[in-house]
């Protein structure tokens, strides 16, 4: 399957047109005609090695929408012209209690993240969804339900699963107070689905001019990071803090806001250490956890959860060669919420 990209060559340089050969199907396999992906902030942090463990060349994106072309002879899930998405991998080992679990997103040997990793063979490289095709298995492929549009189903594959899963883990329910700090990729997501799940849900951001868009979204409270008075008002008062935040932040003012036993997932990654002060940790029960994605029936899940209410991204799309303008624009916080890249785009 040949496709054309963007990719990066290395961590100072703009992504470049890339072509190359997708590998042999096999019987399990779907090929899939990429229409839609996503751009994720951690696309920009792995082309740049900002986390490390970069292979070059590399092709991101993993929130990937577009058709099945072709099926290998073993596939039972999908025909040629279903609408599907691929997530942020494309296997496991399969064989770990995650995996028989359904989730898949810890497997104990190591995921096969969708780019910048290594198939199970341990040789062939994984590419993203900045391309026009793509070849996975089955078992990891998402069917799009009616009803959501495909251009914003897209970031559901990363943005829309990383925030619904811990809700979902974590036990959120109705009535219960959310807090979502920060209104970016992650966090408008993350209002969206904690209404849909009947929350109170209160954002908090650091820039006041998000709080018209924060309401819109549906969130019922609105809190500035700086305000010291409404900071204090909603002191131990959440069940349940969505973190989305890739940048250091005072962790110990937000765990104070967490009710006896309330706990705070972490799901934006800095590039930097963070720390916190313990005791109101301790004093009160409270717990910080992290949570990664979700496993496919999780994100199927999730799927069919956001077409059953309605819920997609709220998206400005670009074409494949604009990425890098794409990028910058992402560094600078100057996009509401998610840039999809549309392959039909000259």
């Known amino acids: 399957m040949q496709v054309q990209a963007m990719a990066a060559h290395n961590k100072s340089s703009a992504l470049e047109p890339y072509n190359f050969t997708r590998r042999q199907p096999k019987p399990h396999d779907v090929q899939i005609k990429i229409e839609y992906c996503g751009i994720c902030h951690s696309d920009i942090h792995t082309v740049r090695d900002e986390w490390g463990g970069a292979v070059y060349p590399i092709v991101p994106g993993h929130?990937?929408?577009?058709?099945?072309?072709?099926?290998?002879?073993?596939?039972?899930?999908?025909?040629?012209g279903d609408q599907v998405g691929v997530g942020c991998f494309v296997d496991s080992c399969r064989t770990c209690s995650p995996c028989r679990d359904g989730e898949e997103q810890y497997c104990e040997a190591g995921m096969t993240a969708t780019y910048n990793a290594y198939e199970r063979d341990g040789k062939t490289r994984t590419q993203g969804g900045y391309s026009t095709g793509i070849v996975v298995d089955e078992n990891y492929v998402l069917r799009i339900p009616e009803g959501l549009p495909l251009d914003r189903a897209a970031p559901l594959l990363c943005a829309g699963i990383t925030t619904y899963s811990p809700m979902k883990h974590?036990?959120?329910?109705?009535?219960?107070?959310?807090?979502?700090?920060?209104?970016?990729?992650?966090?408008?997501?993350?209002?969206?689905?904690?209404?849909a799940m009947g929350a109170h849900v209160t954002v908090f951001s650091s820039s006041e001019a998000k709080r018209a868009s924060a309401s819109a979204l549906g969130a019922q409270a609105y809190v500035h990071s700086q305000d010291q008075e409404a900071l204090q008002a909603?002191?131990?008062?959440?069940?349940?803090?969505?973190?989305?935040?890739?940048?250091?932040i005072d962790q110990t003012m937000y765990i104070q806001l967490l009710k006896k036993d309330g706990t705070m997932a972490i799901v934006g990654l800095p590039d930097q250490?963070?720390?916190?002060?313990?005791?109101?940790?301790?004093?009160?029960?409270?717990?910080?956890?992290?949570?990664?994605?979700?496993?496919?029936?999780?994100t199927q899940e999730m799927l069919d959860f956001c077409a059953q209410h309605n819920i997609s991204a709220h998206i400005e799309t670009i074409p494949l060669r604009d990425v890098n303008i794409a990028y910058e624009r992402i560094v600078h916080n100057d996009i509401q919420y998610r840039f999809v890249i549309d392959m039909s785009l000259d």
């Open 63 to 80: 929130e990937i929408v577009g058709k099945v072309l072709q099926v290998g002879a073993k596939v039972t899930r999908f025909k040629p």
């Open 170 to 195: 974590f036990g959120l329910q109705p009535g219960q107070k959310l807090g979502v700090i920060g209104l970016g990729g992650l966090g408008h997501m993350a209002v969206q689905i904690g209404h």
């Open 234 to 248: 909603n002191m131990a008062t959440f069940d349940l803090l969505i973190n989305t935040v890739s940048a250091p």
């Open 273 to 298: 250490p963070t720390t916190f002060v313990p005791f109101p940790l301790v004093l009160q029960r409270r717990r910080i956890a992290g949570s990664l994605i979700g496993g496919i029936a999780e």
